[in-house]
């Protein structure tokens, strides 16, 4: 099956901005990076410039380019605030690293001059944990498209969820994760390779039904360092 190939390779990567900051201040912010996310996904050198950006781009889906040769497939991410989540496989020999340079540097740039800033964007490089099996695999999907709950309901975390109408309809109208895109609503459509966790969860109805089941059965605490808590 197309999600056993895949699995062995997965690698769930974290990154925070430094002194954890916040390094999404606005809607541009979120747009910008996750235009990032689609347009560093290439061998190629990719065109940074601002000036070539516009937020209304991303009122429709991005237009996938057949020219493209990614280094990562994107199988899921989750903007916050002060960090980001990615669930990256890589295409090529050192893909991730590659990307993830490019993803990082050119973001620091576009952040740095919007906000006429110096210095460094990110704590550090980025934290990286391989999908070592099934048993940690299964966790990574959720966790990523979850974290948003600690903005409105922090004490999901605890199982301590009084309304699950409330948090499913929250996630639903949270824009900034691949979440949408797997419950068959498009959002960001072009920039995640989604074909191994569609296998997987077998169809977007099912994919809901699951994530209900996480969030009433998780334990954060067992789970530990294997999804960079820390």
């Known amino acids: ?76 991410f989750c903007l916050m605030p002060n960090h980001y989540h990615l669930l990256l496989s ?35 490089r980025y934290k990286s944990a391989p999908i070592v099996n099934e048993a940690h695999f299964i966790h990574i999907p959720y966790y990523i498209h979850l974290n948003p709950l600690d903005l409105k309901f922090p004490s999901w975390r605890a199982r301590e969820i009084n309304n699950w109408r409330n948090v499913i309809n929250y996630l639903n109208t949270y824009r900034w994760s691949s979440y949408l895109d797997y419950i068959g609503i498009k959002n960001f459509p072009s920039v995640t390779q989604r074909d191994f966790l569609n296998e997987y969860f077998e169809s977007p109805k099912n994919y809901i039904s699951s994530v209900a089941n996480w969030l009433k059965n998780m334990d954060l605490e067992d789970m530990g360092k294997k999804l960079l808590l820390e």
């Open 90 to 124: 890589e295409n090529i020999e050192n893909g991730i690293p590659r990307f993830m340079k490019k993803l990082n540097m050119g973001y620091a740039l576009y952040f740095n001059e919007k906000y006429e800033r110096e210095g460094a964007l990110f704590q550090g």
């Open 1 to 76: 099956m197309l999600y056993i190939t895949f699995m062995n390779n997965l690698v769930h990567v974290l990154n925070r901005g430094v002194d954890k900051r916040i390094i999404f201040l606005d809607d541009h912010d979120r747009f910008r990076f996750i235009h990032d996310l689609f347009e560093f996904n290439d061998e190629k050198n990719a065109y940074n410039n601002d000036r070539s950006f516009k937020m209304r781009a991303f009122a429709r889906p991005i237009i996938k380019r057949e020219s493209r040769k990614l280094l990562v497939n994107i199988h899921a």
